[in-house]
């Protein structure tokens, strides 16, 4: 189950970015979502079904429980 992001969680996702990062920080969570490229800084927005099918996987971030 990779659906258990919330705001400053990295996930990685199923394309990489074109810079060759594949990690990303979720700056904004709502009915879209907001992510940061961490290899160049770039954020882009879209909506949280499209963003659902993009996710491959959460990886952890500043507010993660990481001991599940
Ligand atoms: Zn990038």
Known sequence: MPNNY???SIVIMKKAHPCGENKWEITRLGADIKIKCLGCGRS??????EFNKKLKKVV??????TKA
Do not use: A, S, W
């Open 6 to 8: 919330k705001l400053g």
């Open 44 to 49: 882009i927005m879209m909506p949280r079904i």
């Open 60 to 65: 952890g971030g500043q507010n993660d429980e």
